[in-house]
């Protein structure tokens, strides 16, 4: 195994919420949807909708499992489960890259439904992709934990705080090697140490604790194995993956 690499000199800023997780995700999971749009650019059926509940709203995205588009690699109808258990993934890190995130019933069905993240609109992202900036490397480590097939320059979520969200994970934890991002800057490079202390965290929450139990719910048992090995697989080698020789490494287009 690979020395890992020492923590950077700062460490990555963690994001001041509007409102605490647990708020965010009761909300999500209990309050009273209203659509008001739709973004048109997204692939699948994605609503943009505010939640009420009480006193508290917020916006949200709402990507019904009657509006994904059938695709060859993954069973029809489990793209809003695999964005949930990315949420579960990122949660257990405690590096908080995906948006809280809960499957519950909509105006048009079940489906997925996450907190909406104003971004920092003068950020470039394509210098943002290309950057060594330690929250994106974390993201990198997340990505190859999930195994996502589609980490696009502009499913980053930059804040002015400087932590960075990551959005659109419905091609995630796939058995096969599908890992394909624009964030390849670290290939080949020793996992820093952080890295290495949360990846040994969820081999053991995957393998016995209350992670993989959840998993177990949004996703086949197969997958949530191959999951435990891809953990045990970073651990071992102590390196940022290489890419596959039987995928494409980049998704396209790249932003």
């Given at each position: ?11 990555p800023?963690?994001?001041p ?42 916006a ?8 994904e588009?059938?695709?060859w ?14 949420f579960?993934?990122s949660q ?17 069905g ?5 907190l ?10 394509m ?16 990505d ?10 502009g ?6 705080t ?6 659109d994970?419905?091609?995630c934890?796939s ?9 390849w800057?670290?290939?080949g ?8 202390a ?8 995957i ?16 997958e949530v ?8 697989r ?13 995928w ?8």
């Amino acid at each position: 195994m690979t020395a890992p690499e020492s923590e950077p000199a700062i460490k990555p800023p963690s994001p001041p919420p509007s409102m605490h997780d647990e708020e965010a995700l009761a909300l999500l999971r209990d309050g009273t949807l209203e659509v008001a749009g739709r973004l048109v650019e997204a692939t699948n059926m994605t609503l943009y909708c505010s939640v009420k509940l009480g006193d508290r709203s917020a916006a949200c995205v709402y990507k019904p499992v009657r509006g994904e588009r059938p695709l060859w690699d993954f069973p029809d109808g489990t793209l809003a489960a695999r964005e949930v258990a990315a949420f579960e993934v990122s949660q257990a890190t405690g590096w908080r890259i995906v948006p809280p995130t809960v499957y519950r019933d909509g105006p048009f069905g079940p489906g997925m439904c996450q907190l909406w993240i104003d971004t920092e609109r003068e950020i470039d992202l394509m210098r943002l992709v290309k950057s060594r900036n330690p929250v994106v490397r974390r993201m990198a480590v997340f990505d190859a934990v999930v195994n996502n097939a589609d980490r696009k320059g502009g499913h980053l979520l930059p804040l002015p705080t400087g932590h960075v969200y990551g959005v659109d994970h419905g091609v995630c934890f796939s058995v096969e090697d599908k890992l394909r991002t624009v964030l390849w800057q670290w290939r080949g490079k020793p996992l820093a140490r952080e890295a290495v202390a949360v990846l040994a965290k969820l081999e053991r929450d995957i393998e016995s604790g209350s992670l993989g139990r959840r998993l177990r719910e949004l996703l086949t048992a197969a997958e949530v194995e191959a999951t435990w090995q891809r953990v045990r697989r970073l651990l071992d080698t102590g390196v940022h993956p290489y890419p596959s020789e039987g995928w494409p490494a980049i998704p396209w287009p790249p932003i």
